[in-house]
Nanobody, 123 residues
Framework: VQLQASGGGLVQAGGSLRLSCAAS????????MGWFRQAPGKEREFVTA???????YYADSVKGRFTISRDNAKNTVYLQMNSLKPEDTAAYYC??????????????????WGQGTQVTVSS
């Protein structure tokens, strides 16, 4: 599986962005898809994930502001980010894995990673 993330950019605080992650391969629908982010000097952290059946998981820091969705017909997962804050500034990475619900927050649960797309939120 190859992943290509896009949609990052510069936005003012309170604004919105939508990230996309296009996947190659016919087995996309069987994977858990996740979004992680990494700010300079910090560890990569879990943002959100969606299971093959559409169950969603969110980090507390983004709950109520971010929405993950997937379109299996297009092999694409989306991250709608609203009410953005300066602390959301990071490189955002999409990932694919075959893991259980108890492990979606761990980077080690994912086998494939996209190249990252930068999100910068100005105050």
């Amino acid at each position: 599986v190859q992943l290509q993330a896009s949609g990052g950019g510069l936005v003012q605080a309170g604004g919105s962005l939508r990230l996309s992650c296009a996947a190659s391969g016919r087995t996309f629908r069987s994977y858990v898809m996740g979004w992680f982010r990494q700010a300079p000097g910090k560890e990569r952290e879990f943002v959100t994930a969606i299971s093959s059946g559409g169950v969603t998981y969110y980090a507390d820091s983004v709950k109520g502001r971010f929405t993950i969705s997937r379109d299996n017909a297009k092999n694409t997962v989306y991250l709608q980010m609203n009410s953005l804050k300066p602390e959301d500034t990071a490189a955002y990475y999409c990932a694919a894995g075959q893991t259980g619900s108890g492990s979606v927050i761990y980077t080690t649960s994912y086998d494939y990673w996209g190249q990252g797309t930068q999100v910068t939120v100005s105050s």
